[in-house]
């Protein structure tokens, strides 16, 4: 029965050999053109899509035709956090932390352009981008006050404390010339 069981070794871990191993591979090298001025690349998301990224790669006559009808400029945000996402819409991404008062917010939010449509999408998501950047600043803006009272009435019991101890400092080594007025 033992005979027809095979049995692996655990502790030695397998690795693939592989022609390439060791090789830096690199793409293909072409000289450097700047960019003209006012130039912004199209975004990295747009790029995820396979049916864009196969018409933008795609050198046929078809293709270039394709991509020239396109409108890259709609797919751009200038909003900070807001950008186009394959899944067809727009990604609103909000990320803070504030550790001294145990207070994260992660936000990531999708408005989609099939129930918005497109351009009610992008307002509505630069829209949701600036409301959570407002509510965030009152945030802090509330912490600010809440810290600098409680930094107040610290100071304030801490002034209150040493003029205790300096009276009771006081009165325990007050006496006259004579010795009478501590007994």
């Given at each position: 029965a033992s005979g027809d069981v095979?049995?692996?070794?655990?502790m030695k871990r397998v690795t693939q050999r592989r022609r390439s191993r060791g090789r830096i591979i690199q793409l293909k090298q072409t000289h450097y053109e700047p960019k003209p001025d006012g130039y912004t690349p199209l975004p990295?998301?747009?790029?995820s899509s396979g049916y864009i990224r196969r018409i933008i790669k795609t050198r046929s006559s078809e293709a270039q035709d394709l991509a020239s009808r396109i409108d890259?400029?709609?797919?751009?945000?200038?909003?900070?956090?807001?950008?186009?996402?394959?899944v067809g819409?727009?990604?609103?991404?909000?990320d803070r932390?504030?550790?001294?008062?145990?207070?994260?917010?992660?936000?990531?939010?999708?408005f989609r352009v099939a129930i918005h449509g497109f351009d009610r999408a992008k307002e509505l998501?630069?829209?949701?981008?600036?409301?959570?950047e407002a509510e965030w600043d009152e945030q802090l803006r509330i912490w600010a006050k809440l810290d600098a009272e409680r930094e107040q009435r610290r100071l304030?019991?801490?002034a209150a404390k040493e003029q205790a101890q300096a009276a009771s400092v006081y009165d325990a080594?007050?006496?006259?010339?004579w010795g009478t007025i501590g007994r």
């Open positions: 095979r049995m692996f070794s655990v990295l998301s747009l790029m890259w400029e709609r797919y751009k945000c200038e909003a900070t956090g807001v950008r186009w996402h394959p819409g727009w990604r609103v991404q909000f932390r504030d550790y001294e008062h145990n207070f994260f917010v992660k936000v990531d939010m999708y998501a630069i829209g949701y981008r600036r409301r959570l304030e019991r801490r080594t007050a006496s006259d010339a």
